[in-house]
Structures are given as structure tokens and as C-alpha cells.
């Protein structure tokens, strides 16, 4: 090191990072301390020697050097990050969550510390939860919720477990034989919680507790209308637009007594009729049934302004996006008529019910498509290749638009997406308007039909969609046909050994002959609530999709569903030379178990072996399976 001994601290430095990026750590780590030799407080000379030792696997020594960078400058946000990342990896959450809130105070819109976070959160246990102080987690979650670049789904439970932990026993008594509930002091607390009423506006409520008190909430909302002063009903107007926005989320999933009907009728009788906008009724009617459902009242509300935002909020959501999504469903093309049967009675379904309604979605920082595919299959691994640095993508069955705009995140990646539901591809097209997203182009178009493209793709997504088609193998045939040679394809298909209780639920509905009408839905799950033990139907129950009509509709009455077996894949994929990488989507909890059951299975891809786990572990794939596959 003496020819380096005349270099200054800066020229150190600059050699160091440049032997540390050609991997050449032991004469980088050498040159870092003849840096802070000189200078002890040289922020990134510590900052890089901590990341060596981290990457190295001597954590304390990391610890240490990034611990040093906070005393000297307690804004330096990279050391707060990797701080978080070491005790994630030892185990040590609390600290994990405390190191990025600390660097979020810094910096509250810096998405490397908060997309980190929230996917920190997303794994956190209710176990976690109860050994920590909820009012910090509430703090946390508060931020989240306020964000609308957060996908809110997965932090639902959590939340939920912190609004829940307000309860005792005798409040949950309170809540299932009190009819007053509205005058009850604790109710009128939670009315009034900010992250009770978030929940209500960014997350669909999938719990049978809190939907029973919702569902008496608002017919007590309803009655109130009728008191003289409606002191109650204004004290709480955020609370009830909170609950409007609610149920437009579940799609009005809640049963309305015959009453109730007869006072909504004479409530939006009054809106249409009477000149001056009254938002108090306009609020309760929207917590009992569309607004976009009266053309006069679009017509009054259209151009409405209020002084309440969350009103306004309301009629964007329930009016003006919907004007836009029937704008939208115009300018469409459509590559064909859809001619099959099925994929006719399938389309029917969805341009009723476009399915997912779905609110918020995280907004991924760009990344190469490889790079996204290994963190998905890890922990197996696929070679760099520059073909994929720029791919063309297919998202086969895009529904309301998550696949797609999920995918954008795929750096110079260009995206076609295509979908049997006009109704649903207006939906995504109006998000992905929404979050200024460029790279993709949408398209009404059937699966059989895409030969008609002429066009060949590097990736091809197709998540819970052949399983819905007459032949899912004549639709992966053509997928396969239209996929370049050592392309990547992405399939989720259900599983025959994790929907044993949705085919139960089918079965029951079959033999009570309810039809796929929103009312027998309605009635259908009440059913489902009171018979849940009888019918062994917890995990449908506990589940989101059963609290919108249109997932119930999706996992019950589905028109056309098929299920598959391990070894039914691996024939198919075997029929198709397909080459399998690996599960994803999978809890880190699943996946290290079946190491440890497994641990010559390195790659974690013997499908052998992943059918022997899921029959000792019949839940693992209660979503579906979804996996990638290779072209050979």
C-alpha cells in the first residue's frame, strides 16, 4: 500500500469504492481504514466498511461501525436502513421497525425505507404485536394507511388486531345485545379513531366481528336520520362517509331489512327531488346503495363541490370514476369477438362484477426483470441474460389491472394486457391513468383468440385465469405458442387439496339450488356465517375474499372452475417441455419449513417433494399455486 501512501483522503477513498465494486474486499477494506486513520468520522468510509462486514456475515462488527455513523450524524439515513436490514436478519423485528421509523422521521417519503417497512409488517405476527407497545405500532400504521402509495391489503390483520385490542369481553357483549350502540361512550370513541376510519376507507373489513358491528351501525345511522336535531348523525359524518366508502368496497355485501329498503327508497326519493343538496342524507343513502345508481342524482353530484373533503371524496369514488371507467370501456379495442361458450359466460360474470375491486397498490422502485424473477424463485437462481433487459410482456387475464400495473415495475419492460371483461379493463385502464404508468396497453381479447396477434413475448403472466376456461390446457397451448424460446411464464391454478373447503361450500350451494343473484349471495354467506363448523369453512370465512360480493361470487359461483394436483402439474408441464423454477407468493415461514424437510432439495423445485409437503400441509397453497416456469 505505500505506492497509495501520497494519495489524499478523498483519492483513498474513491480507490477503495472502486475496488469494492470490482469485488476486490480485502484491498477495499484496507483502503477504508487507511480513510478513517486520518479521519475517524469519514460518514461513508464507516458506512462501506459496515456493509463489508455485513455482507460477510459479522454483524456485530457492522453494528458497531454503522452505530458510530449515527453519533456522528444522526441523519445519515443509509446507516439507520442497513441497521434495520441486520436485525431483520438476526431475528431481532422490534429493532428492524424501530430503525426505519427513526429514518422515516428523517426522510417520510423516501420509499427505500418505507416499502422495506411495509413488507417488514406484512410478516409481522399478532404474536409480535402483543409483546410490543400498541400505541407506537398504531403510530406506524397510522402513517401507512395515510399514504396512498401503500398497498393496504396485507396490513389489514394488524391493523385489525390493534383496533380489536380496544375490546374487552364486556364491550363484545355490549356490541352483540345493545341495540343503541351509537350512544354507548366506547362506540363513540372508536367513531372518532383515525385508524378505524383509514381502515374503512383503504381496506376491505374482512372480519366477521367488526362487519356484525357495521352492519348495526349503519341501520342505527339509518334510524337517526329520523331524530329531530341529528347532533349524532353530524358529530360522526366522517365516520358514516367512512362507512359509505366501506360498503362500495364490499359492494353492499350487507343485508338490508325490508324497513330499511322502504327508508332508503324515501331517502333518495328526497335527494332527486328536493334543490338543495342535502350531503347528510346523500352520505347515508351511499352506505345502503350505490350512488352512480340514480342518473339524477350523477347529475346533481357530478359537478358538486362540498367544504368536506372526505365528501368529496365519496362522490369521486362512487360517481366521477365510474363516468370515467364508461368513457374509458369506449376507447378499447378488441382484438375479436369472443366466440367460446364459457369464455362468453365468464365475461358476463366480470362485466357485472369486475373482480378485484381493488384500492390501493404499492408502487414498486424499477428493477430488471431478472432480478424481480430471482427474488421470486429464490432460492434458486437464473443466469443474467440482456434479452430480458427490455421485455415484452403478456399479462394474460389482467382483470381490474393489479397484474399489469404490478409488472410496470419491470425497467424499459413493455406490457400488453388483455382480458374477456371490458368492465374490468376500463377499471384498470382508469387506475394506471391514475398513477401516471406509460408502458402498458390494454386490450379486450379472449385467450384462444391471441395467435391473431402475431407477436411472440419474452414473459407471459397468467395468474388465476386458465383454471376459469373450458380447456385450460388449449389455453396454455397457445400461451406456450406465443412465448419465445427460453421465455418465462408465470401460472397460478388452484389447488384440488387446498379448495376441499370452497368445493364443500360449492356443493352446499348446489344443493340448496341458490343462484348467482346478488340477493341469494347475500343470503347464501349468512348461511355460511351460522354453518361455519357444520361445513368446516373457517379458512373461506377468515379469508378477504368473503367479504365482497364479488370475490364471494368468484370463490363460490363461479361459472367455470377446475383444480389441479401436484402431479397433475408436473405431467402438464412435462407434456409441454416446460422447465419449473419455483413457488412464490409463499409465507418465508412455508418455504423454510420445507428446507428443513427437504434440505437436499436446494432450489427448492422438486415438485416430488412439494407434493409429499402439501399433503402432510394441506393449507400451503389456499390462494393457489403460483409458480414460474421456463420455455425450453
Request: with cysteine.
Amino acid at each position: 500500500m505505500d505506492k497509495n501512501k501520497n494519495l489524499t483522503i478523498d483519492n483513498t477513498f474513491d480507490l477503495a469504492v472502486k475496488n469494492q465494486l470490482e469485488n476486490k474486499i480485502e484491498i477495499a477494506q484496507k483502503l477504508y481504514l487507511e480513510v478513517l486513520n486520518k479521519n475517524p468520522n469519514h460518514l461513508d468510509a464507516n458506512n462501506n466498511l459496515g456493509i463489508i462486514f455485513q455482507k460477510n456475515g459479522e454483524h456485530q462488527k457492522a453494528i458497531s461501525f454503522f452505530e458510530k455513523i449515527i453519533k456522528i450524524n444522526p441523519n445519515y439515513l443509509n446507516a439507520y436502513k442497513n441497521l434495520a436490514t441486520i436485525s431483520q436478519k438476526l431475528g431481532n423485528y422490534q429493532k428492524a421497525i424501530n430503525y426505519y421509523v427513526m429514518a422515516i422521521k428523517i426522510a417520510p417519503n423516501n420509499m427505500f425505507l418505507i416499502y422495506p417497512l411495509s413488507h417488514l409488517l406484512k410478516n409481522l405476527s399478532i404474536t409480535l404485536a402483543k409483546e410490543n407497545d400498541l400505541q407506537e405500532l398504531k403510530k406506524i400504521f397510522l402513517f401507512l394507511f395515510k399514504r396512498n402509495d401503500i398497498n393496504h391489503k396485507p396490513h389489514f390483520n394488524n391493523a385489525k388486531f390493534i383496533i380489536l385490542s380496544q375490546f374487552d369481553d364486556d364491550q363484545k357483549k355490549i356490541i352483540n345485545s345493545q341495540i343503541d350502540l351509537i350512544k354507548n361512550d366506547f362506540i363513540q370513541n372508536l367513531l372518532e379513531d383515525d385508524l378505524f376510519n383509514l381502515l374503512l376507507q383503504k381496506s376491505l373489513i374482512a372480519d366477521e366481528f367488526l362487519e356484525n358491528l357495521l352492519h348495526k351501525l349503519r341501520s342505527e345511522v339509518l334510524s337517526s336520520l329520523n331524530d329531530p336535531n341529528k347532533k349524532t348523525l353530524n358529530k360522526y359524518s366522517s365516520f358514516i362517509i367512512s362507512l359509505a366508502q366501506q360498503c362500495w368496497f364490499n359492494e353492499y355485501i350487507y343485508i338490508s331489512s325490508k324497513k330499511e329498503i322502504e327508508n332508503i327508497k324515501k331517502i333518495k326519493n328526497k335527494i332527486e327531488t328536493e334543490e338543495e343538496i342535502d350531503e347528510l342524507k346523500i352520505i347515508i343513502l351511499a352506505c345502503f346503495e350505490p350512488l352512480n345508481n340514480s342518473e339524477i342524482i350523477i347529475n346533481k353530484l357530478n359537478n358538486y363541490n362540498s367544504k368536506n373533503d372526505l365528501f368529496n371524496v365519496l362522490i369521486n369514488t362512487q360517481i366521477k370514476e365510474t363516468l370515467k371507467e364508461a368513457e374509458i370501456k369506449k376507447s378499447i379495442k378488441s382484438l375479436s369477438k369472443i366466440i367460446n361458450p364459457i369464455s362468453q359466460n365468464v365475461q358476463k360474470q366480470y362485466e357485472e362484477n369486475p373482480y378485484p375491486r381493488w384500492i390501493s397498490i404499492e408502487r414498486f422502485i424499477p428493477q430488471n426483470f431478472l432480478i424481480h424473477l430471482n427474488n421470486n424463485i429464490q432460492p434458486n437462481k437464473i443466469e443474467y441474460n440482456n434479452k430480458f433487459d427490455n421485455p415484452n410482456v403478456l399479462i394474460a387475464g389482467c382483470g381490474t389491472g393489479r397484474h399489469p400495473i404490478a409488472n410496470s415495475m419491470y425497467k424499459d419492460a413493455k406490457i400488453l394486457a388483455v382480458d374477456l371483461s371490458l368492465a374490468s379493463l376500463a377499471y384498470a385502464k382508469r387506475k394506471t391513468d391514475e398513477l401516471g404508468i406509460k408502458n402498458i396497453e390494454y386490450l379486450h381479447a379472449d385467450i384462444l383468440q391471441l395467435k391473431n396477434l402475431k407477436r411472440k413475448f419474452d414473459v407471459i403472466e397468467s395468474s388465476g385465469v386458465l383454471h376459469h376456461m373450458d380447456d385450460p390446457i388449449a389455453g396454455l397451448r397457445v400461451l406456450h405458442d406465443i412465448l419465445e424460446p427460453h421465455g418465462f411464464l408465470k401460472l397460478g391454478l388452484y389447488s384440488e387439496t387446498a379448495r376441499k373447503e370452497v368445493v364443500k361450500g360449492r356443493e352446499f350451494i348446489k344443493s340448496k339450488k341458490f343462484k348467482d343473484t346478488n340477493e341469494n349471495i347475500k343470503i347464501c354467506r349468512q348461511l355460511f356465517f351460522k354453518e361455519q363448523e357444520n361445513l368446516s369453512l373457517k379458512n373461506s370465512i377468515q379469508s378477504s375474499d368473503f367479504y365482497s360480493l364479488s370475490s364471494v361470487r368468484d370463490l363460490f359461483f363461479h361459472t367455470q372452475e377446475h383444480r389441479y394436483t401436484i402431479p397433475q402439474i408436473s405431467k402438464i408441464l412435462d407434456d409441454f417441455d416446460f422447465e419449473f423454477l419455483g413457488f412464490f407468493s409463499l409465507h418465508p415461514s412455508i418455504k423454510q419449513k420445507f428446507s428443513d424437510h427437504f434440505p437436499k432439495d436446494k432450489k427448492n423445485i422438486s415438485l416430488e417433494n412439494w407434493h409429499e409437503f402439501e399433503l402432510n400441509n394441506p393449507d400451503t397453497f389456499l390462494g393457489m399455486y403460483q409458480f414460474w416456469l421456463k420455455k425450453k
